[in-house]
């Protein structure tokens, strides 16, 4: 077995007084954390309609009680997984949760601001790349004029993303690839972390064979940007402004609508991530240990 990386988020493992094998972290990961998200979900439908909620495609997400009943979705679709991953970690392993990349260090703020600075960045790029080449068209202008029960339906509805964009970081970023890389070496796990974040997102409908190569990009720059930060304060904060600027600012208020692949958005920024993933390379080749193990 390769020796473990100096990197600070992979020595967080030796917390783990029985970390979890690395066949079994993959079988629970592909295979129990999706089935754990259906039930969330449908738990979610139930609460919702309970709520009067009669379709979740009806929801008015810019509405302070659509915002509420995303945000309630989110809770038991990502949330669910998260709190029985929580479970495994402090029972099974025995390891405090905060190990999984979120130790309250000097310079948590500025990760985190960073991150958020990243994402709206590349975000922003993707909206206008998309734009300037004909890609997407403005349904006539934003849903609604600004107004304070706006922006309060905007913090929710970052919140509801806070959780979602956290809990796939957490659970691929935090959890499954130290574990990956502890066995099999950090650049074999960087990569096989990349090829599980691929996979599942690849069970969603109607995805293009680009969208897909965006997917696995993406991966690999979240796999690099921990190794480089050593924690997950960055990522999640990155993944969640991304995701925000899109669905909610673009997607929701802006109505930018593409024309022919529906994530057409995402794909334009591969070239951003492509570029990140050539710059945290060449920062983490000066770290000899962080990428050669021990």
């Known amino acids: 077995m390769p020796r473990v990386t100096e990197n600070r988020l992979f020595r967080l493992l030796h917390l783990a007084r029985r970390p979890t094998p690395w066949w079994l972290a993959l079988i629970l990961i592909i295979l ?29 997400r810019l509405t302070v009680p659509g915002s509420l009943f995303s945000l309630i979705a989110s809770l038991f679709t990502f949330g669910l997984p998260l709190f029985l991953l929580w479970i495994w970690v402090r029972w099974y392993e025995k390891r405090p949760f905060w190990a999984l990349g979120f130790e309250w260090r000097r310079g948590v703020w500025r990760k985190l601001l960073f991150g958020l600075l990243i994402g709206l960045v590349a975000a922003l790029i993707s909206g206008y790349a998309a734009y300037a080449l004909g890609l997407v068209r403005v349904l006539g202008g934003l849903s609604q004029p600004f107004s304070a029960a706006l922006l309060l339906a905007f913090l929710v509805q970052l919140l509801s993303y806070v959780i979602q964009s956290s809990a796939e970081e957490i659970e691929i970023r935090g959890w499954l690839f130290p574990l990956l890389g502890r066995h099999f070496g950090v650049l074999t796990g960087l990569l096989l972390q990349a090829l599980v974040f691929l996979f599942i997102h690849s069970l969603n409908e109607a995805l293009s064979p680009l969208y897909l190569l965006f997917t696995l990009v993406f991966g690999v720059f979240a796999g690099l940007y921990v190794l480089y930060e050593g924690s997950l304060w960055g990522i999640c904060a990155l993944h969640t402004m991304y995701n925000f600027v899109q669905f909610i600012l673009f997607l929701e208020w802006m109505r930018l609508r593409p024309i022919a692949d529906p994530n057409i958005l995402d794909i334009v920024t591969i070239p951003v991530w492509l570029i990140g993933i050539v710059i945290l390379g060449f920062l983490l080749s000066r770290r000899r240990p962080t990428l050669r193990g021990g």
């Open 32 to 60: 129990a954390i999706p089935l754990v998200q259906i039930l969330g979900a449908l738990l979610a439908g139930f609460v919702l309609y309970g709520l009067g909620v009669r379709s979740i495609g009806g929801i008015q």
